[in-house]
């Protein structure tokens, strides 16, 4: 460490220490508490976030569920209340979100669930939560015996299915939220902006109008990434009745996809935690929330090679170069925190479900052959659908017949991925059908205020674009938009330009909602935002 590094960490590390000129005005009319939970499993499960499963071969590091819960509490004695947690999972299901709720109930019934927001960092290297009714459906209907806890993946795969990791994950998360609300003392809060230049566009652009997630922009049609980027960091610190940081929330525009494979990890999140504890403390809590993000990738999408050569020249892997990003842009605008914390700051959290419209899949939808990122067979849905069928029941007589292929490394790779596909089909076609009944879906939302801050969520990949209407246009003076957000399973939220362009993440199979109920989930979400300023009566 150079002499000037190590007087900023001295300075930093006596400036933490000390109490704040401004403990005094800690009245108790604001109360944090915070917790956290391991939420690892014990021993193998599927994990999720691709096209075929994957089951885990070990743990390269732990995976958490970080609570931090608010309470204003006014003269009248009348409060309000926000409970957010962070988990370190590709997304929230239903199913979870439920079960979470249940048993907060049942542990703490002073505790109003409907406050509770989930929100998950998206990472690939995490267990999966999801059942699959409807895929039991479509097994009952063509004479396929899946066990109905293996409906999602087509096989049964030997390992702790998603139903019991819920239930072991629900109660960790749970307690930890019960934690976090008996634990609430008097604090405060303050909040910041400050920059890392993390992620980016993952969508290539082409000269003849075509995106392509991914694609190579080492071409001769290659003409710029399709849209826009956010290196902003939302930054909210909490610190105890004494002036001691507690805890930050971060909200960046990225999700934590830096790693892929067969190990259970937080990701680059695990790295920002160990390095933010190195600087801050080893107490502090960390919860990350992902802003508007479906667009966006760690992945390089133009200097592949530069960062390549940087990783060697700084002796840091990826993970690590974005912890210490983060890190700095947490720890650079810490003492104009510190002095500018808000003791008693105005709390309101409202909740709405909103009727988005559903995606209107048309016939040519459904008959246009085409090829997509994960089949690049060029065929309609309905053929994709037809053909898929017979591999996956082939693939599924081989191994009734023949379990001893069970025996082989990673045997489940082809089938599970071809039963993706299908069920991927399958649910296109069926929502074909459904949408001639069914004009919409219903999504909920959260709004909260915490004094000059809005609070905004959303259960979808939500492109960056709207996120940028949302900061943009917000009554706040600054807004953090949380995407992956309970109840979830939305899918992608494309822009109309996406559409357009035709990549992974605005076709049809990939989305329930398209631009037009973006818009409406833009404004509906600012309303609701503007509404936490009204006057009280």
Known sequence: MSKKQFLIHLSLGLMLAGLSLHAAEATGHFNIGWASADITPDRPVVITGGSSARVSEGVRDHISATALVMESIKDSGASDVAIMVSLDLVGVTDFLFD????????????????????????????????????LVEMHSKYGIKVPPAWAKWGIDLGVMPAEEYVEFAADQIAKAVVRAWQGRKPGGISFGLS????????????????????????RPDFSHMEGYEDHSLGLLYAWDAKGNLTGVIINIAMPSQVAYGYLISADFWHETRNELRRRLGGKIFILPQVSAAGDQSPKFMIDERAQKRME?????????????RISDGVTSILPFMKENIDWSPVLKHRVEQLELKRRVITEKDITTPRSTFH??????????????????????KEFEEHPELKQKPR?????????????????????????????????????????????????????????????????????????????????YLPTQRSVEGGAYGAIPQSTLIGPEGGRVLVNRTLELIESLWDKEK
Do not use: C
């Open 99 to 134: 079960r979470v709720k249940d048993k907060v109930k049942k542990a703490a019934p002073e505790i109003n669930t409907d406050k509770i927001i989930l929100n998950a960092t998206h990472t690939h290297t995490a267990p999966d939560q999801a059942v699959a009714p409807d």
């Open 411 to 491: 045997w489940y790779g082809s089938i599970t991925g071809t039963h993706w596909l299908l069920a991927r089909a399958w649910r296109t076609l069926e929502r074909y059908e459904l949408q001639k009944t069914q004009f919409t879906l219903p999504i909920q939302v959260h709004v909260i205020r915490i004094g000059d801050v809005a609070v905004a969520t959303n259960p979808f990949e939500l492109y960056l674009d709207y996120g940028m209407q949302m900061k943009a246009r917000s009554k706040a003076v600054q807004t953090f938009v949380v995407e992956l957000a309970s109840p979830g399973g939305s899918g």
């Open 312 to 324: 060697k020249l700084t002796k840091r892997t990826q993970m690590e170069q974005i912890a210490v």
């Open 375 to 396: 089949n690049k067979k060029v065929e309609s849905v309905r053929e994709t659908f037809d053909r898929l069928l017979g591999e996956y029941k082939k693939k599924y």
């Open 195 to 218: 920059y890392a230049t993390t992620g980016q566009n993952r969508l290539t652009a082409y000269y003849d109008g075509k995106s392509e997630m991914y694609g190579s922009a080492n």
